[in-house]
């Protein structure tokens, strides 16, 4: 699996627009880039997710660099609800032999502030 | 829908005691998975579940046993409590062994 790189701490004002980082250089063709949270003390919240397209939904915009070695988590509008923190992780979708594991690194520790 | 549902939400043992952590989910989904968070060290995959009446190990097995009569539950035991098995325990399921996954709020256990 792609290894990824996340700045461990970020700020954002309340209202304004959160601008997530991921580099995950060693991305291979079949893999996809998911997106959790892990609100404190809560069990992680699935995000989004995408393999070479921009993605959007209710939660979030996913922008993927056309080279797919990097991409970033966009929350259009931060709230305070909205600190926690946030994992980038890079695995291969589906096949016979997939466990469904996922592998959670450091993440990126979002402070929303008012 | 309630979604993942976990109980008891908190829970101290003594070293030796064994206990069921409870899971289940009303969404239909096939997949089910048990993990373990401790401090500093993330999410690690204990046993996982592909539908009723299989279920196989993750990376931090031992010590625990899971069953899968349903599709609903996927219960998981501590055979014998030890201090290293205090943890907060996250149950997940997903549609299927994909990625897209959905977590309970965890129970906190702590074994003395």
């Known amino acids: 699996d792609a290894k990824t790189t996340q700045p461990p701490s970020m700020d954002c004002a309340e209202g304004r627009a959160a601008n997530l980082p991921c580099n995950h250089s060693?991305?291979?063709?079949?893999?996809?880039v998911y997106w959790y949270r892990q609100i404190h003390s809560q069990g992680p919240q699935y995000i989004i997710h995408?393999?070479?397209n921009n993605e959007t939904n209710e939660m979030a915009s996913l922008i993927i660099t056309e080279d797919r070695k990097s991409s970033t988590l966009i929350l259009p509008h931060a709230t305070l609800r909205d600190t926690a923190v946030y994992y980038c992780i890079v695995r291969v979708a589906g096949g016979s032999s997939n466990t469904g594991k996922l592998i959670f690194g450091q993440g990126t520790t979002l402070q929303v502030k008012p | 829908n309630a979604g993942v549902t976990q109980t008891p939400k908190f829970q101290v043992l003594k070293t030796g005691q064994s206990m069921t952590l409870q899971c289940a989910q009303d969404m239909n989904h096939e997949y089910m998975s048990w993990y373990r968070q401790d401090p500093g060290m993330g999410l690690r995959l204990i046993h996982y579940?592909?539908?009723?009446?299989?279920?196989d190990q993750g990376e931090v097995p031992n010590g625990y046993n899971v069953s899968r009569s349903t599709t609903e539950d996927f219960p998981l035991r501590l055979l014998s409590a030890a201090p290293s098995q205090t943890s907060v325990y996250f149950c997940a399921s997903s549609p299927s062994a994909s990625f897209t996954q959905y977590f309970g709020p965890g129970t906190r256990l702590t074994v003395l």
């Open positions: 995408g393999l070479k």
């Open positions: 579940s592909v539908g009723a009446g299989i279920t």
């Open positions: 060693t991305i291979s063709g079949n893999e996809y």
